[in-house]
């Protein structure tokens, strides 16, 4: 295969500049009681690092957060000198949106390196300016034959694992900013709401794993603030700065970024909670989500205020990003034989088929936050996911797939591919209609991987109705393994330019290729 050119390393220095100086303000201790608090006199700080979300070939969305009211400036240039720097102003950051502000870019050079420093200004005197942030993307190819490459997982800060300064915090980031992807798929479970981050746990062998500690972190999120104060965590990680200043990223969201297995119309009967309406919390985790990552459709210039949309990357590939969370029916033993609302809602359907119909990409990749046909349970009778380990005909959620499976087949839609991430383990399905219970599909792949830092769950039972059968699977033999004890699982997408040939591989930290399946473009199922 022929790879496109990288930038090395030593050509991001502005990034590295600029995530240093983000390091010196976000020193981790062992412990805290608080995210880091900055004194107020002299200049804005952006101590929290920079990111870029939702990259097209001439468009991005650059993100940052300042420790007080300012005004967001933000400059691009084709070089680290911004010699020709072009000046975006963005929004006045306050309050309102916990400090956090997103600059839309609009008609960016295609293919192309772009360089980007933020700069916060004083509202008040614009000549007082905080010390810039640097960061780096690619904007995607208009041409086919420069190939594109991604990374996708999922699953961060999960059962109580959090960030490790010991074993230095969450190094799986470092990893993956080495292999400098175009661009990283987060599958869901970006923050986990409902997950108590304590000072210290000590492992079966005796080990003790120390993490670091917030005060919005010490009980399950239920306020905007405790909500917010989640997805601060994360980026008090000094791996998960750095990867955000030069990997740019399309965000999806799943249950815990409000709580375990949550669905709209849920009320609590959790004891931890004085909230118990689960629309209320879901309402609040929105706003936090939509402040802390910057993405197209939840932007205030632009957006529509929903998480699934298209992200177009160039002639060889369009990312559907599905939300199979706000719109679902409640979770159920999963035998209903009607059921339009399903997993994704009617109108989430619809929209899905409309936009495959109308993709000309080479390649469709279907970013699930849920398996297809792993069995993934919600206590001891209902279902969470699609399948509910009935073998036969599609039932419940199962016949809203079955209706879109159909739709891909008959309207001979090609090169789709399904990737997700949520059950804790790195697996590869095949499904096939010569092995299902309903055969009305063209053959297609599922691929999962995760989780990036959270603990490690064995592999879910299959579900038949669609015939998966499972070529590859890596997972721990007992539930909430550690990451001290078991690797994190990321995967690799990349799409040669000369053949359209797609190549999946399965990650373990450490540099293992664990799996690698090489697709043909142009085919409606293989």
């Not at 993307?137 to 086919?144: G, L, M, V």
């Not at 900013?177 to 304590?198: K, M, Q, T, W």
């Not at 040939?501 to 399965?506: P, Y």
Request: glycine share 8%.
């Amino acid at each position: 295969m022929s790879y496109r050119p990288r930038i090395p390393s030593p050509d991001r220095r502005a990034v590295l500049r600029g995530s240093l100086a983000a390091s010196a303000a976000l020193t981790l201790p062992l412990t805290a009681t608080a995210a880091p608090a900055f004194a107020l006199s002299g200049r804005p700080r952006a101590a929290w690092g920079v990111q870029v979300g939702d990259v097209t070939a001439s468009s991005a969305l650059v993100w940052v957060r300042s420790d007080r009211p300012a005004r967001m400036i933000v400059e691009t240039s084709a070089t680290e000198s911004f010699r020709r720097a072009r000046t975006w102003h963005g929004p006045l950051v306050g309050s309102g949106t916990d400090f956090t502000g997103t600059t839309p870019l609009y008609g960016l050079p295609a293919g192309e390196q772009v360089h980007y420093r933020v700069t916060l200004a004083d509202p008040d005197d614009p000549r007082r300016t905080g010390e810039p942030v640097y960061g780096t993307f690619r904007t995607a190819p208009a041409r086919r034959r420069d190939g594109v490459r991604f990374l996708w997982s999922g699953d961060i800060a999960g059962q109580g694992w959090g960030i490790n300064p010991d074993i230095g915090g969450y190094r799986v980031y470092d990893e993956m900013r080495r292999l400098d992807p175009d661009f990283f798929l987060c599958s869901g479970d970006n923050i986990y709401a409902d997950g108590v981050i304590e000072p210290s746990v000590t492992l079966p062998d005796g080990r003790v794993w120390h993490n670091v500690t917030t005060e919005e972190k010490a009980k399950v999120a239920e306020t905007l603030a405790e909500y917010r104060g989640n997805f601060r965590y994360n980026l008090l990680d000094d791996n998960l700065r750095k990867f955000n200043a030069q990997v740019p990223s399309i965000i999806q969201w799943d249950d815990h970024e409000v709580r375990n297995n949550w669905y709209p119309g849920q009320i609590l009967d959790d004891v931890r909670y004085t909230e118990k309406n689960v629309d209320v919390l879901a309402a609040r985790s929105m706003r936090a989500f939509r402040e802390y990552f910057p993405v197209s459709t939840l932007h205030e210039s632009s957006g529509d205020g929903r998480v699934h949309r298209v992200v177009r990357h160039g002639p060889l590939l369009d990312v559907f990003v599905l939300d199979m969370r706000s719109f679902r029916n409640a979770n159920s033993p999963g035998r209903q034989p009607d059921d339009t609302t399903g997993i994704l809602g009617a109108e989430q359907l619809d929209w899905l088929k409309r936009e495959l119909s109308r993709s000309r990409a080479v390649w469709k990749v279907i970013a699930a936050d849920m398996p297809l046909g792993l069995v993934v349970t919600d206590g001891a009778t209902d279902f969470e996911a699609v399948a509910q380990g009935d073998p036969g005909a599609p039932l419940g959620r199962e016949l809203q797939i079955a209706e879109l499976l159909r739709f891909i087949k008959h309207r001979r839609i090609t090169g789709t591919l399904w990737l997700t991430a949520d059950v804790h383990y790195t697996s590869a399905q095949h499904y096939a209609p010569e092995r299902a219970a309903f055969k009305d599909f063209a053959p297609f792949w599922e691929f999962v991987s995760g989780p990036l830092a959270a603990g490690g769950f064995p592999a879910n039972a299959l579900d038949s109705t669609f015939g998966p059968d499972q070529v590859f699977v890596r997972a721990p033999d007992r539930a909430n393994v550690s990451p001290m004890e078991s690797p994190q699982f990321f995967g690799e997408v990349d799409i040669d330019g000369d053949s359209g040939e797609l190549t999946v591989r399965l990650r373990a930290q450490g540099g293992s290729v664990l799996f690698s399946k090489v697709l043909q473009p142009g085919r409606v199922g293989q």
